[in-house]
């Protein structure tokens, strides 16, 4: 079993204005979309369950920067916005697909709990805790097929998120067993927020950190911060390298927090204020923003017209949306066989 | 009489039985500290505490299955499914063990259980969580199954549920909890296998059984204003299911539209419409109606979403059908 080097990170590491800015406008971007989000589903424009994806945008978008999704592939479940949107996805696209409009991603068939985009390679927005993690899987064992039955080179890897709360489910310790005993290039990435829905960890779980559980099935955990964009860029391409050269699978514990509610209906009074301050303190957007800024990366005004930039992108994805077309009764039909 | 909402007369109902049978506990995700998804356990944690009441990880098929096991033995669970989509996850510890102990012991062995949820469509939920589950387990022999639209009917067979010494898997509606209704001050139970006639009419009989009762009555109201007396049956009880009750509102009626919100093909509905068409065959004056959900998954988009479902339109439409009136 090959272990995984992961550097500690101080400050920017390594990298570039570059490579770096790209990461903030995209967590930016995710913020701002999450907080307009948030702010239609007040207007109604927007129904059902919505799962907010602030505060975790630096788990999303620094380990999707470390994929190529023209190979790789990327599974979460229902709170995808933020996957969505780091995978590449138009905001527009997106946006309109909470509009329930005919324009969105999914034809206004899977609203904001399923997001796709087959050609970005973003199998969705799963609905069911835990279901898309055998799923990855699958994903996964189609890569490792094609690579040793159709002689193709480099077939790529498949990145599983999901959440604390899905790690207790048997599709999660079925799947890794499986990838294990059949070499799998896949990354599998607990979300660990700390919470599922109103129950906190270690209310529900034998042990609060998650990577122990990679020893029983013959693979690398790791833990990384999930709060900061750079640590989880580095930790997820030194795992991806790893995957790549050895197609073995890796399970990585994101630690991280959500700031909203479970959903948009849910007033999060299990938790203390004092708590969500104190990560909020930690925040993955202020984080990338001081280090590059004391790195001289960055100034108050380049981060203002990034900001203005961003608001004016989302703006225009709420006005695509409101724009677009209901679906025609008739599709109701449609999307159920090829 | 109070008047007080499903929720609250299913919060009655456990806490009834939880008094009196100290072998009764419940278990499920969000049941104890967040006192249930959609409130109906609050306050049992506090009153009851551990392990009377349970939260839960995530894992659908280890606690339905370890509630088998402890039914097996003599204790009395109610499993919470924060939703009957959930509950497809546990599936195999409800049909192959609950369902199942009792006639492959050879009749040693019983399973006193009660699952429960809300199950069928909410609203802006999309394919996944919106689905109507009853007729996988009204499949099932060795399953009872039963559906309450009121909050007389949630607290009365709730009660029997958990007494009977069956798996009973009861079926409830996110939208039906806030639907409010009378409910005696004294202690009743309602028995499982008797339907309820709704509303007493003569010339057409509408059954349907769960959610969609309210809507079959505003459907019968919209055909009195037609000159239409219609009769509504509720079935209450699927499994087993009180045919007798659906014959005899048949034979005066001689007409009959089902009504139910699950998928059409080999659907609970679709049962009960060949139960008539059989056994009514020569009271009937046209074909047997079924008003279910197109077959189609569910759609995000509210207005497709409306449109897949029953509705007061459909539903008039079909007896206006029977009746010949179109
Ligand atoms: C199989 C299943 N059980 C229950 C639910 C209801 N549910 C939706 S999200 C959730 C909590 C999941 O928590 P976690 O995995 O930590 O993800 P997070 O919401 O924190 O991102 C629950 C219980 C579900 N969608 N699927
Ligand atoms: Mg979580």
């Known amino acids: 079993m090959a272990e995984v080097e992961v550097q500690t990170v101080k400050g920017v590491g390594k990298h570039k204005k570059e490579f770096l800015l790209p990461l903030l406008r995209q967590m930016q971007l995710i913020r701002r979309f999450e907080e307009k989000s948030a702010q239609m589903y007040g207007l109604r424009k927007i129904g059902g369950f919505c799962h907010l994806y602030n505060g975790q945008e630096a788990v999303a978008v620094g380990a999707l920067s470390a994929l190529d999704l023209t190979k790789d592939y990327v599974l979460t479940a229902y709170r995808d ?86 790690i207790h489910q048997g599709a999660f310790h079925e799947s890794l067993n499986l990838a294990a005993v059949w070499n799998l290039p896949a990354v599998y990435i607990v979300e660990n927020n700390q919470f599922g829905m109103g129950t906190a960890v270690k209310r529900v779980s034998a042990v609060e950190d998650f990577e122990v559980k990679a020893t029983g099935y013959r693979m690398p955990g790791i833990t990384l911060d999930g709060m900061n964009v750079i640590a989880m860029h580095d930790g997820i391409k030194a795992a991806v390298a790893q995957v790549r050269e050895d197609r073995t699978p890796v399970l990585i514990d994101a630690k991280t927090y959500r700031y909203k509610g479970h959903s948009m209906s849910d007033p999060a009074k299990y938790r203390s204020r004092d708590e969500l301050e104190a990560y909020q303190e930690q925040d993955p957007i202020l984080i990338l923003k001081a280090v590059m800024s004391d790195a001289g990366m960055i100034d108050d005004e380049e981060y203002k017209q990034l900001d203005d930039e961003i608001r004016m992108i989302v703006q225009e994805a709420v006005d695509f949306a409101e724009s677009s077309d209901e679906p025609e009764l008739a599709t109701m039909y449609e999307d159920i066989y090829v | ?174 939208l039906a909890y806030a ?6 001050d004294e202690e009743y139970t309602i028995p499982l296998g008797k339907a309820d006639v709704k509303r007493e009419g003569s010339e057409v009989t509408l059954i349907t059984y769960s959610k969609p009762v309210r809507m079959v009555m505003e459907a019968a109201s919209e055909l009195e204003k037609l000159g239409v007396d219609a009769e509504v049956v509720d079935l209450r009880s699927l499994r087993p299911l009180d045919e007798e009750a659906i014959y005899a509102s048949v034979r005066k009626t001689n007409r009959a539209v089902v009504v139910d919100e699950s998928w059409p093909v080999a659907s609970f509905g679709s049962h009960v419409a060949w139960l008539i068409s059989r056994n009514c065959f020569d009271m009937l004056d046209a074909q047997v109606e079924l008003v279910s959900s197109e077959d189609v998954p569910m759609p995000y988009n509210h207005t497709l979403e409306l449109a897949v479902q029953p509705s007061v339109e459909k539903i008039v439409a079909a007896a206006k059908r029977v009746l010949y009136m179109e």
């Open chain 2, 179 to 184: 639907w409010t209704g009378e409910v005696p």
């Open chain 1, 81 to 166: 916005h933020g996957h969505a949107i780091a995978a590449g996805m138009d905001p527009k696209a997106v946006m309109a697909e909470l509009y329930g409009k005919i324009t969105g991603c999914s034809r206004g068939k899977g609203g904001s709990m399923h997001m796709f985009d087959a050609q970005r390679h973003f199998l969705g927005g799963n609905g069911i805790v835990g279901a898309q993690i055998p799923m990855a899987t699958g994903v996964a064992f189609a890569q490792m097929y094609r690579q040793q039955v159709m002689d193709r080179k480099d077939t790529g890897v498949t990145l599983c998120f999901f959440g604390d709360g899905a």
């Open chain 2, 1 to 174: 009489m109070a008047e007080i909402s499903i929720r609250d007369a299913l919060n009655q109902a456990l806490d009834e039985e939880m008094a009196r049978d100290e072998r009764v506990f419940i278990l499920g995700e969000e049941v104890g500290e967040y006192n249930g998804a959609y409130k109906v356990t609050r306050g049992l944690l506090d009153k009851y505490g551990v392990p009377r009441v349970l939260d839960t990880p995530i894992a659908e098929l280890g606690f339905t299955g370890l509630a088998v096991g402890a039914a097996t033995v003599g204790l009395r669970p109610v499993v919470e499914w924060m939703t009957f989509n959930f509950s497809l996850l546990a599936l195999d510890q409800v049909i192959n063990n609950a369902a199942k102990m009792r006639h492959m012991s050879g009749g040693q062995l019983s399973v006193p259980i009660v699952f429960r949820g809300p199950n069928g469509p909410a609203e802006y939920l999309s394919s996944q969580h919106s689905q109507a589950l009853q007729s996988l387990y009204v499949h099932v022999p060795g399953l009872k199954v039963a559906a309450y639209a009121t909050p007389y009917d949630a607290k009365g067979l709730l009660k029997t549920a958990i007494r009977d010494d069956n798996p009973v898997v009861l079926l409830e509606s996110e």
